[in-house]
């Protein structure tokens, strides 16, 4: 995930990292059952018709439980925020009345992000997340707007784009706002296209 989160757009960046909350779906059962490699090929096919980008090779995948997704979430922040971005942050919202004096912006974020992760596409280790417990419904389309990233990735420096170091915090959101929008678009189109 190359996420390069900079002040006061660390947090919609890191959500952008897992998409679908539970909330905006309808409810239905858990699913543990793991998407076969054919039914993943079957759509990145479908994918690399929509827009051309070649398939370069078979992407990695694995089932991922909502403690892995917390210590995934605890490490990229670790990683890519500075705890006085954090502070300044939290700090911000409490002057302004926003949340209460006990709230903790980064344990929240991460305990909510977690709750609403159906599938991520890792973009250091070029390979696909994929939630124990998230409903059918909600995985399958978080599993094609992911795959558009994985099949993006392929095709372009993905990484290094979202990576560019920029003390600019509109440059950043602007950069994951092409990565996301591309694949948002692509989920869009493969529904349109699948459902007539």
Same mark, same amino acid.
């Given at each position: 995930?190359?996420?390069?989160?900079?002040?006061?757009?660390? &947090?919609?960046?890191?959500?952008?990292?897992?998409? @679908?909350?539970?909330?905006?779906?309808?409810?239905?059962?858990?699913?543990?059952? &793991?998407?076969?490699?054919?039914?993943?090929?079957?759509?990145?096919?479908?994918?690399?018709?929509?827009?051309?980008?070649?398939?370069?090779?078979?992407?990695?995948?694995?089932?991922? *439980?909502?403690?892995? %997704?917390?210590?995934?979430?605890?490490?990229?922040?670790?990683? *890519? +925020?500075?705890?006085?971005?954090?502070?300044?942050?939290?700090?911000?919202?409490?002057? @302004?009345?926003?949340?209460?004096?006990?709230?903790?912006?980064?344990?929240?974020?991460?305990?909510? &992000?977690?709750?609403?992760?159906?599938?991520?596409?890792?973009?250091?280790?070029?390979?696909?997340?994929?939630?124990?417990?998230?409903?059918?419904?909600?995985?399958?389309?978080?599993?094609?707007?992911? &795959?558009?990233?994985?099949?993006?990735?392929?095709? @372009?420096?993905?990484?290094?784009?979202?990576?560019?170091?920029?003390?600019?915090?509109?440059?950043?959101?602007?950069?994951? *706002? %092409? +990565?996301?929008?591309?694949?948002?678009?692509?989920?869009?189109?493969?529904?349109?296209?699948?459902?007539?």
């Amino acid at each position: 995930m190359g996420r390069s989160f900079r002040c006061l757009n660390w &947090l919609p960046a890191l959500a952008s990292v897992l998409v @679908f909350s539970a909330a905006a779906q309808p409810s239905a059962a858990p699913s543990s059952n &793991l998407p076969t490699a054919r039914e993943i090929n079957s759509v990145m096919k479908d994918l690399s018709e929509i827009t051309g980008y070649k398939i370069h090779k078979q992407l990695p995948f694995q089932m991922i *439980t909502r403690d892995q %997704v917390n210590q995934f979430l605890k490490e990229q922040i670790r990683q *890519t +925020v500075k705890p006085e971005e954090i502070r300044a942050e939290e700090v911000t919202l409490k002057k @302004f009345g926003f949340v209460p004096q006990d709230f903790d912006l980064q344990k929240t974020t991460i305990d909510l &992000l977690t709750e609403q992760a159906a599938a991520f596409y890792d973009f250091h280790r070029k390979k696909l997340f994929i939630s124990d417990w998230a409903a059918e419904n909600m995985r399958e389309e978080a599993l094609v707007h992911e &795959l558009g990233h994985a099949l993006a990735d392929q095709n @372009f420096p993905i990484q290094k784009f979202l990576g560019k170091n920029s003390d600019d915090s509109e440059e950043s959101l602007a950069r994951e *706002t %092409v +990565v996301e929008g591309q694949a948002s678009w692509l989920m869009i189109e493969y529904a349109v296209r699948r459902y007539g």
